[in-house]
Each structure stands twice: as C-alpha cells, then as structure tokens.
C-alpha cells in the first residue's frame, strides 16, 4: 500500500507535469515574474469557469477577504456576521480593518453558519455577513441572501474550501459557490481543491464598479500610475503560480470528482456505524467538493481514536479544535456560551480523515477497517 498522506501534490502534479514544466520555463526566460501574462490569462479562464464577470488575482486568501471589505468601503465599527467555527483567517481580516467581528453558531449537520443565528446577531451597525462554505460544501446562500437583502447587508463568501462546487439556489438557477453574493474571495493555498505551489487567491465579483475599485486596492490604490486614490495593498498573484493554476483549472472538475468518490467509499464503509455520522451533503451530488471529509464521533472517544490513527501511520486533522469565541484574540464580552452549543461540540467530535486526489480504494479500506476495529471493541 502507498504510504497515506493527508494531501497528496506529488501524485497530482504527475499528471501536470509537462505543461506546468514549459510554462515555469517560460515565465522565466521571459522574466515577467509579476503580471506576467499568464496572470491575465488565468483570471480570463477562472471568470469563465465561475461564469463572473470579474477576478481579480492576489497574493492569498486571507488577503482576498481584507480586500473584498476594503472595497466595499466598510469603517472601523461596523459590524460583520461571520462563523464561530471556521478557519481564523476569516474573522482575523474584519478584526484587522477594526471592523467589529460577530461571531455566531453553526448547523449541526453542514458546519455552515445558521441564517436564524444570523437574524439574532443583526443590530443597526451590522454591515456584512460572511458564510463560509466550510469543508467544501456551500452554506445555505438563499437563506442567506434573502437575510441580506432584507437589512441591506454585503455578502461576502469565503470560497477557499469550495472552489468548483456549485449550488442550487430556489429560483432554480445552479451558481458557482464564489459567485453568488456580492464578493466571493478564495485561496490558491496549495491544499485547497485549486491549489498553486506557493500562496495565491482571488476576488470574484459580478458588480464592475466594485471590480474597478478592488483592482486598485490590490495595487497601493492606484489607479493611474503614481496616483494614489486609496489606501491600498500590495497584493499579487505571481506568474509562477498563475502558471500552475492554468494547468490546474481544466481539471478542477476531475479533481473534485475524484474527491468526491473518495468520499462516497468512506460513506459507505462507515454506513451502520453507531458512533459516526458521516458529513451530510444537502443538494445534489455536484454540491459537496469535499475539501475535507469530516466524521463526528459521537461516543466520546475522538481524542482517544485521534491517537490510535496515529500510531497506526494514518494522517488526520482536527478542524477546528478551538471555537473562535474561545480564541484569546477574539474573545467580547457580547457572547454567552449559551450561544454556541454546536460549535462548542462540534470542536468535540470532529476528525477529518486524509482527503485528496490521489486515494486509492487501499488505503481507503485501510482507514475505514482500522477506524471500524477500534470503535468497536
Ligand atoms: C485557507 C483559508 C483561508 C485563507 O487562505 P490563505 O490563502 O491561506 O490566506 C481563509 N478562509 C478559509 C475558510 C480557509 O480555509
């Protein structure tokens, strides 16, 4: 049996080899290293993909979502909804801009963040949500959008764990995840679905304005040359890593779907499992890209299992261990633990299992089997 990995980029960059080999040479025969054209070319290709009328390349994720809140031009004060139970990059950015963090419960069955926690934490200065379309699968963007609407909020999605999937919204049209609110940010992380080899990310928007202001942000807020308009960033998507990208993209769809049916396997392997339930996926089989795969296990014995894993050579991750109202950085006297019973046993329960391209129906059996053995006797 090959050796488990949790994240497997060797195995995948062995089926891109030749083309991201040449394109590497010529970024650097022709020493355009930044803004080169393959830049340009794969913001065209990622527009067309997510069918949105604009992206615009940066330097990683966590910088596409400070820079989606600085073009929607929000001021220290306002207050933004976002998840308790996500990645910190999420609620680091609104803190940073001295922007208000609000952070509220998720669903117990998609992680995602509940639109009726929402409608409880809006207040006169609430200015934004953030879902998270957190382990691959898209939060509830209807309900959502419906919410925003209503309080004239900004929807800001935090894509960098669903890029590819898509969802079904009521009005029965099929959106990309990313291109459904107002700004969708994403990362290039090389672990995500769509992964560079360094750090990348982008900013989606449909709205042009937005996309002309945004585009300035990126590039120390200029917007004709020595002219600064705005306090701006330093914010770009290299031409090494567009490269990899462009080589990438075409076969987003393949890699989801090999996900996808790695997953199905470890569904079906823990089927009559009494102590795990399986990550639900709401909508349609193109939903869930299944950045990670994420077990609960519901008889207490996750720390003990984690353990076990490890001395039996297979890589788990536990996301995320720590609610973020719990996080020193982001503690506020306005939360009660009362308002986060899910997350506060979701950090319990979760264990993420090894989640790539490159599984095999082995090493799968290999987990499932050993995961089965020690929780059943
Ligand atoms: C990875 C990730 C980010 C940040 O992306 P970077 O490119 O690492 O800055 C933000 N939000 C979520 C949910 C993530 O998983």
Redesign the pocket.
């Known amino acids: 049996m090959k050796k488990i990995q949790m994240v497997d980029l060797k195995g995948q960059y062995e089926g891109i080899k030749d083309q991201v080999n040449t394109s590497f040479q010529e970024v650097i025969e022709n020493a355009a290293f930044i803004n080169g054209p393959q830049v340009q070319q794969f913001q065209k290709d990622l527009e067309d993909y997510l069918q949105v009328k604009n992206v615009i390349p940066c330097a990683?994720?966590?910088?596409a979502?400070q820079i989606a809140m600085m073009g929607l031009g929000l001021k220290p004060g306002d207050e933004v909804i976002t998840a308790d139970f996500?990645?910190a990059?999420?609620v680091e950015v609104i803190a940073l801009l001295q922007l208000t963090p609000v952070l509220v419960d998720v669903e117990p069955d998609t992680f995602n963040i509940d639109p009726e926690a929402i409608k409880k934490a809006i207040t006169p200065k609430t200015k934004a949500i953030v879902p998270?379309h957190?382990f691959g699968q898209p939060a509830n963007m209807d309900a959502i959008m419906e919410i925003a609407e209503e309080h004239k909020l900004f929807v800001i999605e935090?894509n960098?764990?669903a890029i590819g999937g898509n969802y079904h919204s009521k009005n029965g049209k099929t959106y990309k995840t990313g291109a459904i609110g107002h700004i969708g940010a994403t990362?290039?992380?090389p672990s995500?679905n769509l992964g560079c080899y360094g750090?990348?990310?982008a900013i989606f928007t449909n709205n042009d304005e937005l996309a002309h202001t945004i585009r300035g942000i990126v590039n120390h807020g200029m917007y004709e040359r020595y002219h600064h308009d705005v306090v701006g960033v330093n914010s770009r998507l290299d031409s090494l890593q567009a490269a990899v990208l462009r080589a990438k993209l075409p076969k987003l769809d393949v890699y989801n779907e090999a996900r996808k049916e790695a997953a199905n396997r470890y569904n079906d392997a823990f089927k009559d499992e009494a102590h795990i339930e399986t990550p639900v996926r709401k909508g349609d089989c193109d939903t869930h890209v299944y950045h990670q795969y994420t077990l609960k296990i519901k008889n207490g014995k996750r720390d003990a299992l984690a353990k076990h894993l490890q001395e039996k050579g297979i890589p788990f991750g536990i996301y995320y261990p720590i609610p973020l109202h719990k996080q020193k950085a982001y503690t506020d006297s306005r939360y009660n633990e009362s308002d986060f019973p899910v997350t506060n046993q979701l950090v319990q329960e979760v264990l993420a299992l090894p989640m790539h391209t490159e599984l095999d129906k082995e090493q799968i059996s290999y987990i499932t089997e050993t995961i089965k053995q020690f929780l059943n006797t």
């Open positions: 990683n994720g966590t910088d979502l996500t990645f990059a999420t998270v957190l935090d960098a764990q990362s290039f992380f995500k750090d990348g990310g």
